[in-house]
């Protein structure tokens, strides 16, 4: 099936308000967990890797494609932050969403939340899509497990009863338990669409290498940062583009959408040249800002997920800052 522009999104008349609640909730989480292991990100506050790399966009791509970032040939530097994907500090053997962030450099043009942007953000995870189908859900699960299983356990018996509290439990452990041999082996996703000029996708990292390291697990920053001390490592980044609300929807992040209708195209590169560890280098990524809606209008995040994220994200800054 051929890319389509005739998508759309469903804004519901609260959004604003409810938004404003997850990021306020947010916000005071985020701050008790910094009390603890000092300031810090909401989610994903465990910084694994820091790393300095060239992004480039590839020649001769279809027109559906070519927007944005991705509208000429160009080499881009860009900086990578690893990181797994909870509140804590705490173990990397521990089971975990893991998140591979990066930030490109120089593409110019008017920014998502206006004015005009210098950068482009992609904010990858090890799942092609996402366990909640709407922000309400997600939140609420994710706000339970920042407070301790005790507040978890309570939650999910309030809401689902006590055999839908151990479904719950099953699927969560599922999720954050999903196998993972490391970031130089596996795949990310944007798990959510985005904008591509007038069309929408959502964003796959195919990854760079399949020699697996089983001691990696116990420390997944040091096992990315000793390959690439030794050689280069190449990701292709690659783009899945909507083709109808059936079968690619835009306001349900749950569906992985079939690359039997929306095959991945391949559009650019990102390439880790060999470097050794740069503390002073990690801590600046580290006070940085990844933001999926730090970047261009022509890839406006999309859907009521990517929507909650704009307002927890900013509380998430504020409080950092």
Excluded at 165 to 182: C, D, E, I, N
């Amino acid at each position: 099936m051929q890319p389509s522009t005739d998508w759309q999104e469903t804004v519901a008349a609260d959004e604003e308000a409810r938004f404003a609640g997850y990021a306020k909730a947010f916000a005071e989480a985020q701050q008790r967990k910094s009390r603890r292991y000092g300031s810090g990100r909401a989610l994903h506050r465990k910084q694994l890797a820091a790393l300095r790399a060239q992004f480039e966009v590839l020649d001769d791509l279809p027109d559906h494609a070519r927007h944005g970032l991705f509208a000429a040939p160009a080499s881009y530097p860009a900086w990578l932050r690893l990181s797994n994907g909870g509140a804590d500090r705490l173990s990397d053997t521990r089971p975990d969403i893991r998140g591979f962030s990066f930030k490109v450099f120089g593409p110019a043009g008017p920014a998502a939340l206006g004015g005009t942007a210098a950068t482009q953000d992609f904010l990858l995870i090890n799942h092609a899509a996402f366990s909640f189908a709407t922000a309400e859900e997600f939140v609420s699960l994710a706000l339970a497990a920042i407070a301790g299983p005790g507040t978890l356990l309570r939650y999910l018996a309030g809401r689902y009863g006590l055999f839908g509290a151990l479904r719950q439990l099953k699927k969560f452990a599922g999720t954050v338990g999903k196998p993972f041999s490391g970031f130089a082996t596996e795949a990310f996703h944007s798990a959510a669409p985005f904008a591509c000029g007038p069309f929408a996708a959502r964003a796959r990292l195919l990854p760079a290498s399949s020699e697996k390291h089983p001691e990696a697990r116990h420390d997944w920053g040091k096992d990315f940062q000793q390959r690439v001390t030794k050689e280069p490592l190449s990701f292709d980044f690659q783009l899945q583009f909507f083709v109808d609300e059936t079968l690619t929807p835009i306001e349900n992040p749950t569906v992985d959408w079939p690359e039997s209708v929306a095959p991945y195209l391949t559009v650019g590169r990102l390439m880790v040249a060999r470097q050794d560890a740069d503390g002073a280098f990690a801590q600046e990524v580290e006070a940085g800002r990844f933001d999926i809606w730090g970047g261009l209008a022509a890839h406006r995040p999309l859907g009521e997920i990517m929507r909650a994220r704009k307002a927890a994200y900013y509380a998430s800054q504020q409080g950092r800052a």
